[in-house]
């Protein structure tokens, strides 16, 4: 009853705000409501529950907002970490308001999810009303609706702060979000979480120029000399003839002010000399680098007005080049396949972060050996590389296998307990293999780790910190388990980082380079592989791909005791006409190169090619080919 008296008071004030009642609301949430009234025609006397996107839909917001949400990866890790404990929840939204990344409690899913604290979850004022998101993005500002200032009753006990997060070209590209089930009721409860959550986009838009324009002059700005070089307020890009190319939001507000613009309009600033707001000339800048002490970097606005500067000079392209550069470990997976050569190349170059990676790829391609490659060639390579088959361990043992388990946790249990094969990664790369069998129960606990990066072993009481590059694979659509709920879609962005495709062995160029590295590490002595049993290598479609492959030649060379592999070494399997990948086996041309493969065998040819041994007599006489030898 308490309850139902309060959403009908709510609404009660809602309607008499709008008909020009006096409020103690703040302008900016009474502004709000009306908004809703006139011109999203919502009626607060509707209740309704949050909204979710499709998954399909969910993927297109989450695709556009891909760059950002990779640089504010850190920025927002660093920020729930400290806000966890206090029963918030992290939302980034896109401009729309669809929330693309989300950090929570994973105990608490589904009243999060009912809440619409979740991902995917869409916030706009048109869809939602008053809330924090909706109301960010419409004014702008960062700011607080606080239970009751939520225009539908629905969203009353939840708190919402929101800041927003602005392109480097002016326009608004996201909104930070931190919002909780319960909290205190005053509103100045929030006025921490709104410092905050501005603080961190601040940061973020700060990243993002500086990962936009590494080839421009970059000047950033303090009020402050100690705080210049690690946390300026402003920050701007400046192309060679001195003009402005870029900016965070607070330097467009700067901007603005100087020249009494409204800073709304942030194509009004682009491409402005910086001499129209600074006693500065494109030559001076290198007087403003890290050669002067910070306190002799003074920048002066045109009214006088001083400011603290560092100029950072454009990088050199030379780092464009070292990127295609493929490292050691990763050259080693390949000969000269272009595919394999642009996977080396794009696994290089995220090898340098901590990005998480996703390894897809048909059972057999190789997923752990790209796995160890970019963990040696990785930040992390003197740390442990631990593999762990989700596959394999039986659902029993996965969970203390994986988080181990304090002393006593458990009847049999080792007196001093075990570390987990988690906690055994620290420091170093966790490569989780098939992780699309995980049983969702432990989807949840993994979750939880990856966001708060502690473990709590089987029995224990305190949390273990760890820290830790992770590292997935798997042969399934993770997106369709999705979908059909078998895997967590938290989860699987949280994993996701970025998706690293192995094609399959058929699909490859340099099959036979692959035949004969394996050979050198299955036999300490040369064998080399024939032209006709390289040709049947090359035209099978080796459906368990280089797992069968490597299988394959060990059956090969159990039977070869020279130094050259011929196929009559090689297994029946291999000349089933029906496993082989293109070509053209009734044509002659077809016909003379199975033969020629075959050392004119025509028993052997005719298996190949699914005939007879007549038919292969017969293509022969037709094509007026030649023999060498025809033997049975």
């Known amino acids: 009853m308490a309850v139902t008296t309060q959403v009908s008071e709510h609404i009660k004030e809602v309607q ?14 009474a502004a709000s409501w009306t908004r809703c009234i006139d011109d999203y025609h919502l009626d607060p006397v509707v209740l309704q529950e949050a909204y979710i996107v499709p998954h399909t839909q969910l993927k297109e917001h989450r695709e556009r907002l891909d760059k950002l949400i990779r640089t504010a990866k850190y920025g927002l890790d660093a920020l729930y970490h400290q806000v966890a404990d206090h029963g918030y929840v992290l939302m980034l939204t896109d401009a729309e308001g669809v929330t693309v990344d989300y950090q929570g409690d994973a105990s608490l899913t589904w009243e999060l999810k009912k809440a619409g604290l979740y991902l995917g979850a869409e916030w706009s004022e048109a869809r ?10 419409y004014t702008g500002e960062a700011l607080t609706v606080h239970q009751s200032d939520h225009f539908d009753a629905t969203h009353s006990p939840l708190s919402c702060t929101a800041a927003p997060i602005y392109d480097v070209d002016g326009s608004l590209a996201a909104v930070l979000d931190i919002s909780a089930l319960h909290s205190p009721e005053p509103k100045a409860s929030q006025a921490l979480t709104l410092q905050l959550v501005t603080s961190c986009t601040r940061r973020i838009e700060m990243a993002a120029l500086m990962n936009t324009f590494r080839k421009e002059w970059i000047i950033r700005l303090s009020q402050s000399p100690a705080f210049l070089d690690v946390d300026p307020e402003c920050a701007m890009a400046v192309d060679a003839e001195g003009r402005i190319i870029g900016m965070t939001h607070s330097t467009q507000r700067l901007l603005s002010r100087i020249k009494g613009n409204n800073w709304r309009q942030p194509r009004v600033l682009l491409g402005s000399l910086i001499s129209d707001f600074f006693n500065l000339d494109i030559n001076e800048l290198p007087a403003l680098s890290r050669a002067l002490p910070t306190e002799e970097r003074l920048l002066a606005t045109i009214h006088g007005d001083l400011w603290f500067a560092h100029a950072i000079a454009p990088q050199p392209s030379s780092i464009r080049r070292r990127k295609k550069v493929v490292s050691g470990s990763l050259a080693s997976l390949y000969g000269d396949d272009a595919k394999m050569a642009d996977l080396a190349i794009k696994a290089t170059t995220l090898s340098m972060s901590d990005l998480p990676l996703l390894l897809n790829g048909e059972t057999g391609t190789g997923k752990e050996f ?3 490659a970019i963990h040696e060639s990785s930040s992390r390579k003197s740390g442990p590389f631990i593999a762990i088959n989700c596959a394999a361990i039986p659902e029993s043992l996965i969970e203390s296998e994986l988080f181990g388990y304090a002393d006593g946790a458990f009847t049999g249990a080792r007196s001093k307990g075990k570390r987990g094969l988690i906690e055994q990664a620290n420091n170093g790369t966790l490569f989780l293999d098939e992780i699309g069998d995980m049983p969702l129960s432990l989807q949840a606990r993994l979750l939880r780790v990856l966001a708060e990066r502690e473990l709590l072993p089987v029995g224990a009481t305190k949390a273990i910190p760890v820290s830790f590059r992770v590292l997935a694979a798997t042969h399934k ?8 709920g078998s895997f ?11 998706t690293l495709t192995i094609p399959s062995l058929r699909e490859r160029s340099d099959i036979l380079w692959l035949a004969e590295t394996l050979i050198t590490k299955l036999v300490d002595r040369t064998v080399c592989v024939s032209a006709s049993a390289g040709y049947i290598l090359e035209r099978y479609d080796w459906p368990g791909n280089i797992r069968e492959l490597e299988n394959m030649l060990q059956f090969a060379l159990a039977f070869c005791e020279g130094n050259e592999l011929l196929p009559e070494h090689l297994p029946e399997q291999l000349l089933n006409p029906k496993r082989l990948t293109s070509r053209e086996t009734e044509s002659a041309g077809g016909t003379l190169e199975v033969l020629e493969a075959c050392d004119w065998n025509i028993s052997k040819a005719a298996k190949v090619l699914g005939v007879d041994r007549s038919t ?3 293509r022969i006489k037709k094509a007026g080919i030649k023999r060498r030898y025809d033997t049975d």
């Open 477 to 484: 659509s993770l997106p369709e388990l999705v979908k059909n």
């Open 370 to 372: 790209l796995a160890k």
């Open 16 to 29: 008499s705000v709008i008909d020009g009642s006096q409020t103690s609301r703040d302008e900016v949430i």
């Open 616 to 618: 292969v007599h017969r």
């Open 488 to 498: 967590r879609e938290d989860l699987f962005y949280r994993i996701n980082g970025a």
């Open 128 to 137: 939602a009303g008053t809330c924090g998101v909706g109301s960010c993005i």
